[in-house]
């Protein structure tokens, strides 16, 4: 019997995750490896659909999409050499809403953050259900954050290597399944992460970390929005700021806010996408000095601690790779929240979300729907 609980270890053939699965079992917790297939494989002898009792027949149907092979073994490999059980688990289905969700947010001309909503709805959503059919206690993954205990209890944190830190892309987790939730790897820095693995005699222990959003494993989402939302790509208008027209672009879908390469412009001084319209299918560009914002809303905010006062200074995160700004946050009704930035800031995005903290602690995040720009 194992001295802390059974854990479910979300493996994704990467070091990260299985340097937190040969933590925890030299920890004492009972292990249970997974890997999520979402994509095109041929199933294997122990693969079972994600809502399927554990022992129930595996499921026996080719998928499509975008699913490593080689990660799943190397998951496998790790899972064997740690001597627990390993599980692939399909969930092609509810994967399948978040390439749709990718999708619709670029016609709508905003930009998607669909890491955040696979760790919301499928590796913190559908994972604890299947821990529960396990009876496991906890969730674990290879996440850089930490689990730290407050007077009203357990709160997410920022890992101590702040160049690695992705409690960003944690924030919409349920503070229920905080207490339930295990990383592992959030007191560390990822060369000793490496180190250990190579310690360990681990295979992966050198093997780079993914860039790429997994169902584009080419980068070449363009091609994904063509195929399914090929009214992204209809040919429109780039307009200055103040509306004059400029040139033409290929399709709002292959644009985001900041962005400066590929708009085929010669106007003599660099040139920013400051604005997209997917009604009128425009794109507006400007200077950098126009990317600027000074503040934003959010909505569907989603609370890991007690909601702050009506107003509360704290720093906001606006992107992955963004240094949390100081900020005062105005708390509305139905879940909307207004950010008031002390300092201007850049290319501040509807689709992203907006991440709030106390020094390290998450208080929560929303999805930004607007920004307020200089005048």
């Known amino acids: 019997m194992s001295r802390n609980g059974k854990v479910i270890v979300a493996m994704s053939g990467g070091v990260d995750s299985s340097v937190a699965a040969c933590l925890l079992k030299e920890q004492g917790y009972e292990c249970v490896g997974v890997f999520l297939r979402v994509g095109a494989h041929a199933p294997e002898p122990d693969e079972v659909c ?11 149907r080719l998928r499509h999409g975008c699913c490593s092979a080689g990660d799943a073994a190397d998951a496998r490999s790790v899972a064997a050499r740690l001597g627990i059980p390993f599980y692939a688990l399909n969930f092609e289905r509810e994967f399948e809403r978040i390439i749709d969700y990718f ?3 670029y016609r709508q001309a905003r930009t998607p953050n669909p890491c955040v909503v696979c760790n919301i709805e499928v590796k913190f959503g559908r994972l604890f259900q299947y821990a529960a059919m396990m009876d496991a206690s906890y969730v674990a993954s290879g996440h850089y954050a930490r689990i730290i205990e407050r007077a009203g209890g357990p709160c997410l944190a920022r890992a101590k290597d702040s160049t690695k830190d992705q409690s960003y892309v944690l924030f919409g987790i349920r503070r229920e399944d905080l207490p339930r939730c295990l990383f592992p790897l959030g007191d560390l820095p990822k060369r000793d992460v490496r180190k250990l693995a190579a310690s360990l005699g681990l295979a992966v222990h050198d093997k780079p970390d993914s860039q790429e959003i997994c169902f584009v494993p080419d980068n070449d989402y363009t091609r994904l929005l063509a195929e399914r939302a090929p009214e992204t790509q209809r040919t429109g208008e ?3 700021q103040r509306g004059r027209l400029l040139g033409t672009h290929g399709g709002v879908g292959n644009f985001t806010i900041g962005q400066r ?16 319209d997917a009604q009128r299918n425009q794109v507006t ?3 950098r000095e126009d990317l600027f914002s000074d503040a934003l809303r959010a909505a569907d905010v989603n609370w890991l601690t007690d909601p702050p006062p ?3 200074a704290v720093d906001v995160k606006i992107r992955y790779m963004h ?12 879940r909307r929240v207004q950010v008031r930035f002390a300092e201007p800031q850049a290319a501040v995005t509807p689709g992203q979300a907006a991440v709030f903290y ?11 729907t607007e920004s307020t720009r200089r005048d």
């Open 323 to 334: 240094t949390p700004a100081p900020a005062t946050l105005i708390v509305e009704p139905d």
């Open 310 to 312: 009506c107003r509360a």
């Open 358 to 368: 106390d020094h390290d602690v998450v208080l929560g995040g929303g999805w930004i």
């Open 261 to 276: 390469r590929g708009l085929r412009l010669a106007l003599g001084t660099p040139t920013y996408v400051t604005r997209l």
């Open 50 to 60: 994600a809502s399927a009792v554990p022992g129930a027949p595996p499921a026996r």
């Open 285 to 287: 560009v400007g200077s």
């Open 103 to 105: 999708v619709n947010e």
């Open 238 to 240: 780039v307009v200055d």
